[in-house]
Each structure stands twice: as structure tokens, then as C-alpha cells.
């Protein structure tokens, strides 16, 4: 490990776009640029696309707009949809068919749960609903008791408890309880980049709240992004996407409540039951969005000792960290695309190369 202080110089645009959450595109406002926003998943959802024709663009993004609430719809973890039929029949210890995008979903969300060392694992929605966050408001009251939370964890509900035939779902553990946010945002707009790319969209920006996916550029730039400071109101760094890259970010400064001075994050350790300690923000930069949204989740959890294994085992190689004491941590592909905001890091960046040995998990076949 190194550490590196860089050069403080000016950053290249605005901050409009933070109150989006952890990353946010910085941007520039040229007539041929088309923007529109949704309310979903929790969070402000905006795409916006560059060098398309007006009627065109606002036309592609209203496909864009319904695949995302569609996904919105049918993966809800505590509204009635078909992520929820499904939720019911794994507690009944019944199969479920479901529709092809959604089991395609979940196979890709066993496998990256099996990677992480089910440190991303998208079933226990029971431990989520226990600390209060099935949830559009934030939890009130107490946190769970040490028992209600020692009782459910001790039913190991896991991902790599389910098993598909076709588009059948079923799982070996009936204390399943799927809740996908942790990577469904990420996996959305994936979705919604392949509509927007069906209607005749090259260049095009998606952004939802702690994720951002990316299409072509901005006419002769790339699109640009910017890394929330979870401790103030303020930039990190920004980073210039390429294309059909995503960057999102996990952290416990969204979604938590403070009960006695302790700050309870909606970010569960499967191990534990219990909210994730000693990190405050992690950024993964990749080529999959789905992937980049589930690794920052689990690296959230193995801390500052162990994310480096895990970042290697997942894939992910471009990764920011920043601890709760305020050290930042970045690998070394990540520190080469990172643009400084005004007045430099706010710490020296320690530089931490992922291991090379790492075999990754033996994962279920079905």
C-alpha cells in the first residue's frame, strides 16, 4: 500500500446534479440535449441524451421510462408485484414461474452473491423488513432486538439457495426472502440503456440516485461524473465515463437512522444481521452495471481489511473507499481515471492493489 497527495486544481463543472445521490453527472447544457426525470426505486431518476432530435429523444425516453418502471413495479420488495408472488411461494415452499427478465436477474444475482462470499445477498429480505426499511419513510422506534436478529440469521437464508428450471424459481431455504436492492438500480438502467440504444439513442446519461450508466459521449467529451463527499456537501472526485460504463456508489449516509448516537445503516452484514461499521462510501467503476451496484454493497461489508480479496473475487478492479475515520482507499485503476474536485482529496488517497490469487467461489448449477 502507497499513499499519493495529488495537486489541488479546479474541477470542470458544476454540482447541480448531487442531491441525485453518491455519483451525479456533471454537465453542460448544449440545445441539443434532452432531459427528463422519474421518481423511482426511492430516488430521482434522470436520463438525459445528446445529439438526437428533440421528438426522437423524448420518444426513446419514454420506452426508456417504462422499462424502468416496470422493473419498479414487478421487483418491489414490499409492494405487491411479482417479486412479491414469488417471496410468497418461497415461504410456501412452492416453485414459481416468473417472467424471463426477472430470472435472468436473479441467476445473475446468485452468481454474484457466490462471488462475494454471499457478503451481497439479496436474501434476506427478512432482516431488511426487521430493521424497518420495507419502507418509503426511514425507520422509527428501536432497532431489533439481539434475538429477533440472531433468530433469523440463523436460518441462513442465502442466494445460492435458489434453483431455476427455465424461468422456474424455487429455493432449498423457504426463509428466502429476496429484496434486490442492493443491484436492481444498477441492473435497471442497464435495461433502460438497451431501449434508449433500440430507439436510435447513441449518447445518453442515466442516472439514479448512487448510480450512473453511460452510452457513447457528449459530443467530442466524455460524460462526466461526480463522487459525493459522505461526510459534507461536496465532491470527492469526477470521473470522465467511457462508454457504456457505470460507476455507483454504496454508503450509509442515505438510507439510516440514529438511535443513541449509533448510526444504523440500511446496508446488512448476512453475517451478522446487523448494519455495516467502519465505512462510510464505496464506488465501483465497471463495465456491468449490475455488478458495480452489487460490489459496492459488498465491499461496504468486508471493510477496510478485506475488500481488496473480495474486489478481486467479484471482478471489480476500478474501486474508491472511504472509511468512517475518513481515509480514503482507491485501487490503482480507480486512482487513474479519478479527477481531484476543487481543493484536492480530502485526505491522501492510499493506493491498494488487488490481490491476484484469488480463486473465486464454486457457485451452484442447476
Known amino acids: 500500500m502507497r499513499t499519493v497527495t495529488l495537486p489541488r486544481r479546479a474541477f470542470l463543472a458544476t454540482l447541480a446534479a ?19 426525470t422519474f421518481y423511482l426505486f426511492g430516488t430521482l431518476v434522470e436520463i438525459e441524451t445528446h445529439g438526437v432530435p428533440e421528438r426522437t429523444a423524448r420518444a426513446a425516453i419514454a420506452r426508456a421510462g417504462q422499462s424502468l418502471e ?11 408485484g411479482e417479486l412479491g408472488t414469488l417471496n410468497a411461494a418461497i415461504a410456501a415452499g412452492r416453485p414459481q414461474r416468473v417472467d424471463a427478465t426477472l ?4 441467476r445473475k444475482g446468485r452468481a454474484l452473491s457466490c462471488a462475494s462470499g454471499g457478503l451481497f445477498d439479496p436474501a434476506i429480505g427478512r432482516l431488511v423488513g426487521a430493521w424497518g426499511f420495507h419502507a418509503d419513510t426511514l425507520p422509527e422506534g428501536d432497532p431489533p432486538s439481539a434475538a429477533a436478529i440472531a433468530a433469523l ?9 435458489l434453483r431455476f428450471d427455465g424461468t422456474e424459481v424455487r429455493s432449498l431455504n423457504p426463509a428466502v426472502q429476496l429484496d434486490l436492492g442492493a443491484y436492481a438500480k444498477g441492473a ?9 440504444r433500440a430507439s436510435g439513442v447513441e449518447d445518453a446519461v442515466l442516472n439514479a440516485g448512487g448510480g450512473v450508466q453511460v452510452m457513447g459521449r457528449h459530443g467530442a467529451r466524455p460524460w462526466r461524473v461526480a463522487i459525493r463527499d459522505p461526510f459534507q456537501w461536496g465532491v470527492v472526485a469526477g470521473v470522465s465515463l467511457r462508454p457504456g460504463e457505470a460507476l455507483h456508489t454504496s454508503g450509509n449516509y442515505e438510507r439510516y437512522f440514529d438511535r443513541g448516537g449509533v448510526r444504523f445503516s440500511h446496508i446488512l452484514d448476512p453475517r451478522t444481521g446487523r448494519p455495516m461499521q467502519g465505512i462510510v462510501s464505496v464506488s465501483v467503476l465497471d463495465t456491468d452495471g449490475a455488478r458495480a451496484d452489487a460490489a ?7 471493510g477496510r481489511e478485506d475488500w481488496p480479496r473480495v474486489a478481486a473475487a467479484m471482478g471489480v478492479r476500478a474501486v474508491l473507499m472511504i472509511a468512517d475515520d475518513g481515509a480514503v482507499f482507491a485501487t490503482p485503476e480507480m486512482m487513474a481515471r479519478l479527477e481531484p474536485a476543487q481543493g484536492g482529496y480530502p485526505a491522501p488517497v492510499q493506493i491498494v492493489s488487488l490481490p491476484e490469487d484469488v480463486t473465486p467461489p464454486s457457485c451452484p448449477e442447476d
Open 188 to 196: 435497471a438502467l442497464e435495461m433502460a440503456a438497451a431501449e434508449l
Open 70 to 80: 416496470a422493473a419498479h413495479r414487478d421487483w418491489h420488495a414490499w409492494r405487491p
Open 296 to 302: 459496492a454493497t459488498a465491499l461496504c461489508i468486508a
Open 153 to 161: 440469521v440463523a436460518r441462513h437464508p442465502r442466494m445460492t439457495d
Open 103 to 106: 430470472a435472468a436477474l436473479l
Open 18 to 36: 448531487l442531491a441525485l445521490g453518491g455519483v451525479a453527472a456533471l454537465r453542460l447544457e448544449p440545445a441539443s440535449d434532452v432531459r427528463e
